[in-house]
T-cell receptor, first 111, second 115 residues
Framework: EDQVTQSPEALRLQEGESSSLNCSYT??????LFWYRQDPGKGPEFLFT???AGEEKEKERLKATLTKKESFLHITAPKPEDSATYLC???FGAGSYQLTFGKGTKLSVIP | GAGVSQSPSNKVTEKGKDVELRCDPI?????LYWYRQSLGQGLEFLIY????????KSGLPSDRFSAERTGGSVSTLTIQRTQQEDSAVYLC?????????????FGPGTRLTVL
């Protein structure tokens, strides 16, 4: 059973059509949930870290929220340049440092 | 540039050959990580270095994989007797290792193809 599950696997939006990506996790002892953006042929680019339920963070058209079982990445009025794969990762357990990643959501924003 | 760099960007090799992948972390970052990204899979943790401490090798898939970090900076990931299932993008990341407030910064990766 995957510890981090992202949905949907792929999402196509029209420019300006707001939506949300989901990341659910089954680990205990969460020490951080991370969102990254990955463009083709490049390494993941850090977006947000969330630490506790109820926390929210925003950056331009993106807003990340966290509950006890899942996180949402809300995209408001997306533009074509927001097209990328969005990765969710968790760090859990005492003294841990490695990240456990989901498989990602590939977002395509059509002009 | 001040980011994590990796070389080569692409590597094609024949089954059974050894390969070395290099990572230059961000200057001043004490922690260094290797991950593997296979087609259709999430990033998979391989190994973690922190300062002069013994590395955490718990994610290495077999004894054909090894890594070292010289002088607390540059790291090399070595895969011996490569197999086709080793084909993947190998990503390196570094961080300041500030505990909970730690952000990992990734390099562009090395795409390894084993024929």
């Amino acid at each position: 059973e995957d510890q981090v599950t992202q949905s949907p696997e792929a999402l196509r939006l029209q420019e300006g059509e707001s939506s949300s990506l989901n990341c659910s996790y089954t680990v205990s002892g969460l020490r951080g949930l991370f969102w990254y953006r990955q463009d083709p042929g490049k390494g993941p680019e850090f977006l947000f870290t969330l630490y506790s339920a109820g926390e929210e963070k925003e950056k331009e058209r993106l807003k990340a929220t966290l509950t006890k079982k899942e996180s949402f990445l809300h995209i408001t009025a997306p533009k074509p340049e927001d097209s990328a794969t969005y990765l969710c990762a968790v760090r859990f357990g005492a003294g841990s440092y490695q990240l456990t990643f989901g498989k990602g959501t590939k977002l395509s924003v059509i002009p | 540039g001040a980011g994590v760099s990796q070389s080569p960007s692409n590597k094609v090799t024949e089954k059974g050959k050894d390969v070395e992948l290099r990572c230059d972390p961000i200057s001043g970052h004490t922690a260094l990580y290797w991950y593997r990204q296979s087609l259709g899979q999430g990033l998979e943790f391989l190994i973690y270095f922190q300062g002069n401490s013994a590395p955490d090798k718990s994610g290495l898939p077999s004894d054909r994989f090894s890594a070292e970090r010289t002088g607390g900076s540059v790291s090399t990931l070595t895969i011996q007797r490569t197999q086709q299932e080793d084909s993947a993008v190998y990503l390196c990341a570094s961080s300041l290792d500030r505990g909970r407030e730690d952000e990992q910064f990734f390099g562009p990766g090395t795409r390894l193809t084993v024929l």
